[in-house]
């Protein structure tokens, strides 16, 4: 996968999965156990969507899930197995929201 930057005007803000189910989704684990977490961002970078999400009960740290529309065209969530796109996502959601301040 290509190393992205919010530099680079990649990067395009996105309101999918909001649209269509509010400020929450609810996912179930491998187990099957449902829980709820809070819809922080949506983006899409080459045309392909992502989503951060957050568990209000967990530690805070955000997870970071591939938007796929299939063709009823409700957006689903599929979880992101390739550890270098992982990375390039969660690095340019930081960049996108920590900005390097330049003096």
């Avoid at 449902?34 to 530690?59: H, K, T």
Wanted: charged share 35%.
């Amino acid at each position: 996968m290509t190393e992205y930057s919010a530099d680079a005007g990649q990067v395009v803000w996105s309101s999918r999965l909001k649209d269509a189910y509010g400020s929450a989704v609810e996912l179930e684990d491998e187990n099957g156990k449902a829980s709820v977490f809070e819809i922080i961002a949506e983006f899409e970078v080459q045309g392909q969507g992502y989503a951060v999400l957050r568990d209000p009960e967990g530690d805070g740290e955000p997870e970071f899930l591939r938007v796929i529309v299939p063709g009823d065209g409700l957006p689903e969530l599929e979880s992101i197995d390739d550890d270098d796109e992982w990375e390039d996502i969660s690095e340019l959601y930081d960049e996108l929201t920590f900005p390097d301040d330049e003096v």
